[in-house]
């Protein structure tokens, strides 16, 4: 679904095998790691919205969870950390989309150093969004959430994912470039439902509400 409650996971799959395994045992643990990088590329891409509601703890790849959300929400008592250093273990799928998050210098730090994170110190460097109180607190700051999501037309929503990924990841020409088409298109889309809707002051089509979750 569109939101979740995740906890350790991902990066630390499959630690237990020998260290004398052989080059094609190697491979195994490469390809299934390689697999969760490939999840990731996936969430990190999809067109509609990411909303992530963290609770208890979120471990290793949970992290890597965290970083391809569109918006997360974390509970004030979570733990948050990359521990895969501390057994030997390298963070090798989450570590480009933790940089991508929160930038160099803490991304450097967080995962070649295994750090754990209060929830306050994730909002800080920009890994969450939001910080709720209690669980209820948490589950209200989503439903929030949800319905600003579900004023926005997912047609736009979709474009302006596009548009901001590749904004980080390509040129700037080439990216205003793709922009303007997005634009033009848009205006011969959603946005004529849109426009005619704020000007009869009412909602559009696609807007909706949900209650809770």
Same mark, same amino acid.
């Not at 395994?21 to 643990?29: C, H, I, P, V």
């Not at 509609?48 to 471990?59: N, S």
């Not at 607190?137 to 999501?149: F, H, K, P």
């Given at each position: ?6 906890? #350790? ?40 919205? =990411? ?11 949970? !992290? ?15 733990? *948050? ?7 030997? !273990?390298?963070?090798?799928? *989450? ?35 939001? !910080? ?24 736009? =929503? ?5 548009? =901001?990924?590749? #904004? =980080? ?10 922009? #303007? ?33």
């Amino acid at each position: 679904g569109a939101n979740g409650t995740f906890c #350790s996971g991902g990066d630390l799959k499959g630690m237990e095998g020998s260290q004398a395994a052989d080059s094609g045992a190697d491979e195994g643990r490469a390809a299934s790691n390689r697999r969760f990088g490939a999840l990731l590329e996936v969430i990190d891409a999809l067109p509609k919205a =990411v909303i992530v509601l963290i609770e208890g703890a979120a471990m290793g790849g949970a !992290v890597g969870l965290v970083a391809v959300s569109d918006w997360a929400i974390a509970e004030k008592s979570v733990q *948050i950390g990359t521990p895969e250093v501390t057994v030997g !273990v390298i963070p090798a799928q *989450i570590a480009p989309f933790v940089v991508a998050r929160i930038g160099y210098a803490q991304a450097r730090r967080l995962v070649t150093y295994g750090l754990r994170l209060d929830a306050e110190t994730a909002l800080r460097i920009g890994l969450v969004h939001d !910080v709720a109180d209690n669980h209820g607190d948490l589950m209200t700051t989503g439903v929030d959430a949800v319905n600003q999501v579900l004023r926005c037309s997912p047609q736009a =929503v979709a474009e302006t994912k596009r548009l =901001v990924r590749s #904004s =980080v990841r390509e040129p700037l020409g080439p990216t205003l470039d793709a922009a #303007s088409h997005m634009f033009a298109a848009a205006l011969a889309g959603d946005a004529r439902e849109g426009i005619r809707a704020f000007v009869e002051k009412r909602k559009p089509a696609w807007a909706a509400k949900v209650e809770g979750l």
